[in-house]
Structure formats: structure tokens, C-alpha cells
């Protein structure tokens, strides 16, 4: 196997970060997700963050072959996951692969590197939203928000980022977080009532229930017909109802 035949070589004295025109060893083995030759060149010290013209670090060549496993056994080993002529994470997030962008992220990728290629900004922006709606979908909002988050570096005017990224800090607990996006949606798009609705369940969850029904009862203006918004405004009226009941009763 791949193994077998790198161990092999390297007991004859071959180097072990020999460069050809597909580069080192490494990004060979990286390129073609032979995650175990990589195994034996990573023991035996090979430079896991050489950079090459034209072919860039291992981790990008583990990264453009959709390698989750050897993205692993790169950052295991020590490299550098934000360094690159492309950085990992905009590599990672051009080709869609959320299990590479999670290993990265919890590796310490930083989501605001700028970007050198010459990708799209628009495409770019919807990739990261892309990623972030099935993030959702696998109840991960930890990722979906820092999805939005770096969509929001190329667009910070997009309202719907705020929206769904208020989303994720409400399924996450974070009452205040939901709250500051949902009000920087509203100030966007003053006249969307999902904007009025994310700020009235951020403030439910504040438990500030007068706050949430003023909200709801905006969104029911701007949107009369919505059974969600007729749904949530009855809830707040019953909390704020209960809450006063209870003042009263202490």
C-alpha cells in the first residue's frame, strides 16, 4: 500500500521533503488524501507547512482534494492553519467542505484572514450562507453563526446575515447577542417583520415581555396574516400577563 511503499523509500534515503513539480512528498501524498503515507511522512519530520509556488501548503492540498482526514492529521501535526498563498479557511469555504471548516476553526483559523483570490464577492457570500443554512439544519449553530459572521466581512450591510445569525445566538442562549443583531436588522430593513419577530424572541428570552410584545405587535402590523407572529404575540401577552400576576401576588 501507499504506506508501505513511503517507508520503503525513505529506508533507501530518499528525502523526505524532496521537491518535484507536484512539490514535497507531503503535498503528493495531501493532493491524492492518502492519509496514510501521510502518516509516515508527518513521523519522520516532514515540513508540514512548506509553501510552493503555484501549489501552496499541504493543508491547502489535503483542502482542494476534500480530504477531511488529512486536514486532521495536518493540523494534529502542528500546521499553520491560517498561513498560505490561499488562506485554508477561504479555500475550505470555496469548495463547500464544512467538516474541513470546523476542524479548522476549532484549530484556531481566523475567519476575518482577507482573502487574496479572485473570488466573487457576491459567490463568496453566498457560500458562506450556503454552509451556514445547513449548519442550522444540523442544529451546529455555533458554526452556522461564525458562517454568517465571516459572510458579514464582505457584506455588512445584508440584513438577512443579521437575521439568521441573530437565529443561532437565540438556539444558543444568548439573549443579548440575539438581541443586538436583531436590532441592527431592524435599523436595515425597518419595514421586514421578520426583523420585529427575531427581536421580539430575543426579548422573550430576556424575559423583558412588554419589550417582546411591543415587537411582535410591530411585526403583526407590518405582516397581519402570519400565524407564527399571531402566535408569539399571544405568548408574550400571557408571560407579561403571568409576570404581573405575579408581582402583584409578592
Known amino acids: 500500500g501507499d504506506r508501505e511503499m513511503v517507508e520503503l523509500l525513505l529506508t533507501k534515503g530518499a528525502s523526505v521533503d524532496s521537491v518535484s513539480a507536484s512539490g514535497t512528498p507531503l503535498h503528493i501524498a495531501a493532493f491524492r488524501g492518502q492519509d496514510e503515507a501521510m502518516k509516515v511522512l508527518l513521523e519522520n519530520n516532514a515540513d508540514h507547512n512548506k509553501i510552493l509556488p503555484g501549489i501552496d501548503t499541504p493543508l491547502i492540498s489535503a483542502i482542494t482534494a476534500s480530504s477531511v482526514?488529512?486536514?486532521?492529521?495536518?493540523?494534529?501535526?502542528?500546521?499553520?492553519?491560517?498561513?498560505?498563498?490561499?488562506?485554508?479557511?477561504?479555500?475550505?469555504?470555496?469548495?463547500?467542505?464544512?467538516?474541513?471548516?470546523?476542524?479548522?476553526?476549532?484549530?484556531?483559523?481566523?475567519?476575518?484572514?482577507?482573502d487574496p483570490g479572485d473570488y466573487s464577492n457576491l459567490r463568496r457570500i453566498e457560500e458562506l450562507k450556503s454552509l451556514?443554512?445547513?449548519?442550522?439544519?444540523?442544529?451546529?449553530?455555533?458554526?452556522?453563526?461564525?458562517?454568517?459572521?465571516m459572510a458579514?466581512?464582505?457584506?455588512?450591510?445584508?440584513?438577512?446575515?443579521?437575521?439568521n445569525r441573530s437565529l443561532c445566538w437565540l438556539r444558543m442562549g444568548d439573549g443579548h447577542k440575539a438581541l443586538q443583531d436583531a436590532l441592527a436588522c431592524r435599523e436595515m430593513r425597518p419595514g421586514w417583520p421578520k426583523a420585529c419577530y427575531r427581536q421580539g424572541?430575543?426579548?422573550?428570552?430576556?424575559?423583558?415581555?412588554?419589550?417582546?410584545?411591543?415587537?411582535?405587535?410591530?411585526?403583526?402590523?407590518?405582516?397581519?396574516?402570519?400565524?407564527?407572529?399571531?402566535?408569539?404575540?399571544?405568548?408574550?401577552?400571557?408571560?407579561?400577563?403571568?409576570?404581573?400576576?405575579?408581582?402583584?401576588?409578592?
Open 69 to 114: 482526514k488529512c486536514v486532521k492529521l495536518l493540523v494534529e501535526a502542528g500546521a499553520d492553519v491560517n498561513d498560505g498563498l490561499v488562506p485554508p479557511l477561504a479555500a475550505a469555504a470555496d469548495k463547500g467542505l464544512t467538516a474541513c471548516l470546523k476542524c479548522l476553526l476549532e484549530a484556531g483559523a481566523d475567519p476575518n484572514v482577507p
Open 152 to 163: 458579514m466581512e464582505h457584506d455588512p450591510h445584508d440584513a438577512t446575515l443579521f437575521s
Open 132 to 149: 451556514g443554512v445547513k449548519s442550522v439544519k444540523r442544529n451546529d449553530y455555533s458554526t452556522a453563526a461564525t458562517m454568517y459572521s
Open 201 to 250: 424572541a430575543a426579548l422573550m428570552l430576556l424575559k423583558d415581555y412588554g419589550g417582546a410584545r411591543d415587537a411582535f405587535l410591530d411585526a403583526a402590523k407590518l405582516d397581519p396574516q402570519s400565524s407564527e407572529i399571531k402566535a408569539a404575540l399571544r405568548e408574550a401577552m400571557s408571560s407579561l400577563e403571568i409576570s404581573h400576576g405575579a408581582t402583584k401576588t409578592t
